[in-house]
């Protein structure tokens, strides 16, 4: 989880980075995203309410508690609508699939992994077949490419490859 954790606050430093958004908010919400995942064993109904209202409390900026509460809509029963909201889901979900690209590499580095590869594997439903590759594609609703928006999060990810342990 602490690895998900880093590489989702890389890649959505990256993302804001790209979109000339605020670095360090983006980020906050890709280290914190999963914060209450322990506690609601990832229940689908209920994962990110929790991380939410803790942060609330903690006097965390709204937008990073909303994108954060909404990265999964399964629990607020409404759809995301920001440009946050869609890049959070979007990268940390990323994370999952080049970390498994990663694994069925020879090294097993994400400084081998191409975003070519990345983008290949979106296709094989099969492949990390957990990875909810629509999520991904909300990329293309903040105006990023799928296989511009790999490749920045491969980069991301290549960046704190040690601290990943990738």
Not at 72 to 79: C, H, L, Q, V
Not at 111 to 128: C, D, I, N, Q, T
Request: aromatic share 4%.
């Amino acid at each position: 989880m602490i690895a998900h954790s880093l590489a989702s606050e890389a890649v959505l430093r990256a993302v804001a980075r790209h979109l000339g958004r605020d670095e360090e908010k983006w980020a906050q919400a890709g280290m914190l995203h999963d914060l209450d995942v322990e506690v609601t064993h990832a229940e689908p109904t209920v994962h990110g309410l929790e991380t939410a209202r803790i942060l609330s409390e903690m006097g965390i900026d709204a937008d990073v508690v909303d994108a954060i509460k909404m990265h999964n809509e399964m629990a607020t029963g409404f759809e995301r609508t920001t440009e946050f909201q869609h890049a959070l889901a979007a990268g940390e979900t990323i994370t999952g699939l080049i970390t498994a690209t990663a694994m069925v590499y020879p090294d097993r580095k994400v400084a081998s992994v191409k975003p070519k590869s990345v983008v290949k594997r979106m296709k094989e439903k099969a492949f990390a077949a957990s990875v909810k590759r629509e999520n991904i594609l909300e990329c293309e609703m903040i105006g990023i490419p799928i296989d511009e928006f790999a490749a920045i999060a491969v980069e991301a990810m290549a960046g704190i490859a040690d601290d990943i342990g990738l």
